[in-house]
DNA sequence: GAGTTTGTTGCAAATGATTCTCAAATGAAA
DNA sequence: TTTCATTTGAGAATCATTTGCAACAAACTC
């Protein structure tokens, strides 16, 4: 059994809860995936195996308590995901214009913000920086145009 | 006319809009409000104005882009925002047991993500660090129960 | 000023991501 | 095998947000 599955039936156990062959076949996609991923776009790849979409939405806030994968940046409407075990905490850099998402390295500020923490007592699950603004392709072309 | 009214105005003339009696309003509401809100509780503040929840979904974006207020935390499927004239930016840190909010400085952080914003060539519109997790009520009550 | 263009608004209807309901399936344990 | 709690797919329901539209309003044009 891979790492994170091995991860997951451990919490799943300590809820009373079953890893089920949907609950690992959301598992093993959310992992496949290498990009942000939305229920719908983890759903496309594993609809064939009769997984439906509501399993997914239900097996989505398992993953996030489990600490096996975290949400990214909402877009259109949609929450996205990825998978974290064996990834760098990093920001994410949203541009307004043409969505792109960039990703920059975030432990220069992790001390900053575990030391918070503890003067806050704050039981810590998720980090999420999100800067929202014009890449420099599209700042570029605001530019142009004017 | 007031600071944030006068900023406002010439935003949106710069985009061929209007400061209409709806739009002061909306804005003027925001800036009553000194509590993060969404679209229905600054709604509920003006409606008796004739003033349409349809208008404050429409001008929420406006005061995005101009600057003016900023997304906040995501709670219970509604947006909530804040504004932001006058105040320092400040993480937000979210129990996930009761949902409280609480507020740090953010200052620290800015020198470094205004270095990389130069790095990556990237024009910044909004920062928001949120930290989700158990506040230190809630992380004493978890113990307590077990 | 009358007519025209362009942006605005309230209202009601539409949209669409997410959640819920429910009856059938599953599975661990006894 | 019987039991009993958990899980699931399918479809319906929810509900924040968006949109279409007809009436308005201010700014121009002549
Ligand atoms: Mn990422
Ligand atoms: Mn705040
Ligand atoms: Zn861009
Ligand atoms: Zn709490």
Redesign the pocket.
């Given at each position: 059994m891979i790492d994170h599955e091995v991860q997951f039936k451990r919490f799943?156990q300590k809820q009373?809860?079953?890893l089920?062959?949907?609950?690992a076949r959301i598992l093993e996609a959310a992992f496949t995936m290498h990009e942000h991923f939305?229920?719908?776009k983890l759903h496309d790849l594993i609809k064939a195996d009769?997984?439906?979409?509501?399993?997914v939405?239900?097996?989505?806030?398992l993953l996030l308590e489990a600490g096996l994968i975290s949400r990214t940046v909402r877009i259109?409407?949609?929450?996205r995901f990825e998978h974290i075990l064996g990834h760098p905490r990093h920001a994410h850099w949203l541009c307004e214009n043409c969505q792109a998402v960039i990703e920059t390295d975030l432990s220069a500020l992790q001390s900053a913000i575990t030391k918070e923490a503890k003067a806050l007592k704050f039981d810590i699950q998720q980090i999420s920086l999100n800067i929202t603004g014009l890449c420099w392709k599209c700042k570029d072309s605001a530019n142009d145009s004017q």
């Amino acid at each position: 059994m891979i790492d994170h599955e091995v991860q997951f039936k451990r919490f799943l156990q300590k809820q009373g809860l079953k890893l089920t062959p949907s609950r690992a076949r959301i598992l093993e996609a959310a992992f496949t995936m290498h990009e942000h991923f939305d229920a719908e776009k983890l759903h496309d790849l594993i609809k064939a195996d009769n997984v439906s979409l509501a399993t997914v939405y239900r097996t989505l806030p398992l993953l996030l308590e489990a600490g096996l994968i975290s949400r990214t940046v909402r877009i259109g409407g949609r929450d996205r995901f990825e998978h974290i075990l064996g990834h760098p905490r990093h920001a994410h850099w949203l541009c307004e214009n043409c969505q792109a998402v960039i990703e920059t390295d975030l432990s220069a500020l992790q001390s900053a913000i575990t030391k918070e923490a503890k003067a806050l007592k704050f039981d810590i699950q998720q980090i999420s920086l999100n800067i929202t603004g014009l890449c420099w392709k599209c700042k570029d072309s605001a530019n142009d145009s004017q």
